[in-house]
């Protein structure tokens, strides 16, 4: 249920923060999408999509950490392992 | 899809899967509060990919299956209202209640609709103007947000024939009665992603520390759990008990401020029921008192509904995390998602129709399996 898909923000419409909408490109699919509670979001930004509404902007900065984290991991096994030889 | 694809990526999958058999001294149980996290490890077969000392239990996270069985009549007794329209997701709809399911008003001719948004009921309400039209308001803090900005939205456009039937739970609360329970086996716990997307994660910062029990908040791909128990364990190895983030990507940790300005702004905190394990204090949302106008309860009269349990499902216990689906008899038998007892077979989401959708193996057999067969599936 609180499944929320990221989608790319295609075209933003509405000038009232409560009724502003975008087109947004699920691979490939367009959804009109509420923004209201993203108003820093801008066209080509990513959002989390829940039941019709943009939840957040997703960090593209913050996506790779989950694989900069792993990298780190091995790293630091490598040099233990290295260690202990 | 971007962000998507490559977080089921079976390479990084496998090595966080590793970097936790190098950290993993002792039995370790955590909870995935979420049920789109369940659903995930279940179908990805996450849970095959960790050490044998670390356990999965599964936890209440799953709307559908918490909803009492009493606000399932109040729904059935309003869809069966001659010249009202009820909208609801698709999942409810075979939620049993005492003798029915919303299915079955349909079927007998009911104007029963499923809608994937809230706002989606308040169109239907804009074009209805003659109809009474009412939106089962069903959700964790995730959903809450959408609930309210349709409720805001009537309101501001004077939409009269549009109200909500409020079924929402919150997180926090529930995590509080399972850590307090003296059946709580539960050592750590994966955090619901979207659920601290809107609200953050500051509000899990005493409950880590009054119990002593790590949070990691996590996302809902197989390498985002995986490395969310990673986090978890080694606070588990190491004696901390912290917050700490994995869905940095989505989760800040003040949350989405201008959802949450609006949540109370039609919502108020209240004491909520949970469908097998009772009422607990501050655990839901109903409408605030200028907003009452919109409360299906008082505009039908159903608020004096009342329903008990049925004793034949274990759902209580399986939400909180005492019993997994195949150690019910019923499972699999008597129970199956085309004749469901309970809310956990019903959603796709709730754990014991995850079981029955994706298990390969039996539980019992990968429980006995020796360390080092646990890279088995996937």
Known sequence: MCLAVPGK???????????RTGKVDFGGILKQINLAYVPEAKVGDYVLVHVGFAISTVDEEEA?????????MGDL????????? | MKFIDEYRDEETARGYAQALRRITTRPWTLMEVCGGQTHAIVKFGVDELLPHQVTLVHGPGCPVCVTPVELLEKAIEIASTPNAIFCSFGDML???????????VKAEGGDVRIVYSPLDALKVAQENPGKEVVFFAVGFETTAPANAMAVFQASQQGIGNFSLLVSHVLVPPAMEALLSSPTNRVQGFLAAGHVCTVMGYAEYEPIASKYHVPIVVTGFEPVDILQGIYMCVRQLEEGRAEVENQYTRSVRREGNLPAQQLIREVFRVTPRKWRGVGEIP???????????????ETRFGVAHIT????????????????????????????????HPLG????????????????????????QSFPSGAETHGA
């Open chain 1, 9 to 19: 923000i295609m075209s933003i419409e509405g000038a009232d923060p409560i009724f």
């Open chain 1, 64 to 72: 790779m950490q989950v694989f900069e984290y792993l990298r780190q």
């Open chain 1, 77 to 85: 096994a490598d040099l233990e392992e290295g260690e202990t030889k």
């Open chain 2, 94 to 104: 075979r939620v049993p209640g005492k003798s029915k399911d919303l299915l079955t």
């Open chain 2, 282 to 296: 501050q655990s839901g949302l109903g409408l605030q008192e200028k907003y009452r106008a919109f409360d299906a």
């Open chain 2, 307 to 338: 329903a008990e349990e049925s004793s034949d499902c274990i759902s209580g216990a399986i939400l909180q995390g005492l019993k997994k689906p195949h150690e019910c008899p019923a499972f699999g038998t008597v129970c199956t998602p085309e």
């Open chain 2, 343 to 366: 809310a956990t077979m019903v959603s796709s989401e709730g754990a014991c129709a995850a079981y029955y959708h994706y298990r390969r193996i039996r539980l019992s057999e990968a």
